[in-house]
């Protein structure tokens, strides 16, 4: 496995330091920034694997960067904050955030943290890519060219997000095989416990109407009452 990069951004040297000393020890190639325009342009130019973002640095806060970061990264990132507020945490989460440590912190929590949240990011990258893997996938009247993410319905093209396209990729490819709010969840957004399940709900809700001719009555992805969704090959 290459050298993971990790980003470090806080305006306290100290802090940094600390950081340093645990993460250098586990192999990781460290990163530094003081500030969040600093931190910008350090993730655009080099595509850290994983981000310690400090919620109070100058100029720009922690959250507005992680903001701004989520538009072009999916790494994870850790916030570090001195005030233990529970409506901080969950912002933190809501944009895009994938943990929040208080300081003072264990330096080998930290480290555990890093370690725990790359083997996810790993595992959830290998799970997408694995449902890519076969080129196409056709059943009735529904076609999936997988390489060029292209899902035909009649043969006419239908439009699909990134997160739809995943979902009945995941789906089809695990035909008449029932699977949970919380299972779908994990495996297209990759997230933990604290993330809104609802969105798997809405998405399906979203792929019937695009690729379903009665979506009152889906002859592709059916509810299971009280266990979840399947995609029905008969």
């Known amino acids: 496995m290459a050298e993971e990069k990790v ?4 305006d306290d040297e100290s802090v940094q330091e600390i950081q340093k000393l645990y993460l250098e020890r586990e192999g990781f190639h460290l990163l530094f920034a003081g500030d969040g325009p600093s931190a910008i342009r350090l993730a655009e130019e080099h595509k850290p694997d994983l981000i310690i973002l400090d919620v109070s640095l100058p100029g720009i806060d922690g959250f507005e960067v992680c903001q701004i970061l989520r538009k072009t990264t999916k790494a994870p990132i850790l916030f ?7 409506f901080e945490q969950i ?5 895009g955030g994938d943990d929040y440590i208080t300081k003072p912190f264990s330096p080998r929590l930290l ?3 890093v370690k725990a949240h790359l083997r996810r990011y790993r595992d959830q990258e290998e799970a997408q890519s694995n449902i890519l893997r076969n080129s196409v996938i056709s059943f009735k009247d529904l076609e999936i060219e997988k390489e ?4 035909k319905k009649k043969g006419k093209p239908v439009t699909l997000s990134t997160k739809e396209f995943l979902l009945l990729c995941f789906l089809a490819e695990n ?3 029932v699977y949970s709010v919380e299972q779908i969840f994990d495996v297209i957004w990759g997230e933990d416990s604290l993330g809104d399940y609802r969105t798997v709900m809405v998405h399906i809700s979203n792929l019937r109407k695009k690729i379903e ?3 009152a009555k889906p002859m592709y992805i059916s509810t299971v009452r009280g266990l979840g969704y399947k995609f029905n090959v008969s």
């Open 213 to 215: 001719i009665d979506p």
């Open 175 to 177: 035909p008449n095989r």
């Open 80 to 86: 570090l904050s001195a005030r233990e507020d529970d």
């Open 7 to 10: 980003l470090l951004v806080d």
């Open 148 to 151: 060029s993410c292209v899902v």
């Open 111 to 113: 480290v555990a943290k």
């Open 91 to 95: 912002l933190g989460h809501r944009i």
